[in-house]
């Protein structure tokens, strides 16, 4: 790749240009959006980076077009992206249903803000997060990263590339206002240090060629539209060939691939960061900008001698159910700040079983948690 495609070195960026040239790293060469506070920074810099690298950027007319876009442009064999941020990610939704159902990889980076509604344009929010996992009709499964930190931008948004093109879906980077918008130092390493999963074409068998089919343990090979191969793309229920066939084993099949294919597989997918959680008697569990004060509130009181750790969440979805309900059962209790009225605190909850509390610590959006927020909540344990 030439030097314009992969900006390697140090930068001095905001977290929404760094989801930008995340995209472009792991191969994106089309965008299609809306602008949106906060998110639109992501745009501006794809509209000027895309042409650059051969890539095409369209402003489209609303957020519904911008999602259906993106879905095309991945069936004619380009990576694609687009950026949002509440109301337009509302928008998206029932052609991110039917991303999941057509198993049509691309990339959705949501800058989140306060809700609901408009809410709060310029402010940070975190109550997407659910909306992200349920947020269009039926049952999927889904991935969604959440980075802390301009490099962690740039890192989950290839990373989120990746697994899009690994398990064919529509993958989510769920950052927020505060760190899109915020400058710090993002290392881009060079092309040889990047791995970037391409996509995977079928054999040149074309009468053979299933693309729907889910007989093995992962999705099948992706056609490329306009290649020769026969396929037919619909949301309906479908068989293998992606022809409309309306029957309960049909739709049992066509559910329980595009759920299974996530949750046999969350294991390989989950990622997590702890600190101390060993010795705990007290997790906080955070994500996004969040987790950046829980770490100050953790250190703190670790410096104290006070038995409490950090699970800060990477992956939001799949949820990492496993150590949740190992540290439920030894630790006092769970602390979830986070910056909406409880989200995933309550998925903390659901996973512990009963086996430990868990104190949700709200923010309604627009404001960040102090380190003291969080360090009077581990108090109420320790």
């Known amino acids: 790749m030439g030097n314009k495609e992969i900006l390697t070195g140090e930068h001095f960026i905001h977290g929404d240009a760094a989801c930008a040239e995340g995209g472009i790293a792991a191969g994106c060469r089309f965008f299609a959006g809306y602008p949106i506070t906060p998110a639109t920074e992501v745009a ?7 042409p650059e690298v051969g890539g095409v950027y369209i402003q489209m007319e609303d957020e519904i077009a911008s999602m259906a876009a993106i879905l095309g442009a991945s069936w004619g064999g380009v990576k694609s992206m687009t950026s949002t941020s509440g109301p337009g990610f509302s928008l998206m939704m029932e052609n991110v249903g039917l991303g999941m159902m057509t198993e049509t990889p691309c ?9 609901p509604s408009t809410g709060l344009p310029t402010l940070v929010g975190q109550a997407d997060v659910m909306q992200a996992r349920w947020g269009s009709h039926g049952d999927y499964g889904c991935i969604a990263l959440a980075p802390s930190s301009p490099q962690e931008c740039f890192d989950l948004t290839v990373d989120a590339f990746n697994l899009s093109e690994i398990y064919r879906l529509p993958v989510f980077v769920m950052a927020d206002e505060v760190v899109g918008h915020m400058t710090e130092k993002v290392v881009i390493p060079p092309p040889d240090q990047i791995t970037v999963v391409e996509r995977v074409t079928p054999c040149p068998s074309h009468e053979q060629y299933l693309p729907f089919d889910s007989s093995g343990p992962m999705p099948a090979a992706m056609a490329i539209l306009g290649q020769g191969y026969h396929v037919h793309v619909t949301g309906l229920t479908h068989d293998e060939r992606g022809y409309p ?4 084993a049909v739709q049992e099949r ?3 691939h ?16 702890a600190v101390g959680i060993e010795d705990a008697e007290v997790v906080v569990v955070a994500y ?3 987790a950046r004060v829980a770490h100050h509130a953790v250190d703190s009181l670790r410096s104290k001698g006070r038995k409490v750790g950090l699970l800060r969440l990477i992956t939001l979805w799949p949820f990492p159910s496993k150590v949740i309900r190992r540290l439920a059962k030894k630790v006092k209790g769970f602390v979830v700040p986070e910056i909406n009225y409880g989200q995933m605190a309550y998925e903390v ?4 079983q009963g086996h430990a509390e868990v104190l949700l610590v709200a ?10 927020e969080i360090e009077d909540a581990v108090g109420e344990y320790l």
Do not use: F, W
């Open 254 to 256: 066509n559910v329980r």
């Open 44 to 50: 501006e810099r794809m509209a000027r980076r895309l």
């Open 245 to 248: 066939v309306i029957t309960d």
């Open 349 to 352: 909850e659901r996973t512990s």
């Open 288 to 290: 996004g900008c969040t």
């Open 363 to 372: 923010a309604m959006g627009g404001s960040m948690h102090t380190p003291a």
């Open 107 to 115: 990339v959705l980076v949501n800058i989140q803000r306060g809700g």
């Open 258 to 273: 595009i759920v299974d294919k996530i949750r046999k597989n969350a294991e390989k997918i989950v990622r997590y960061e």
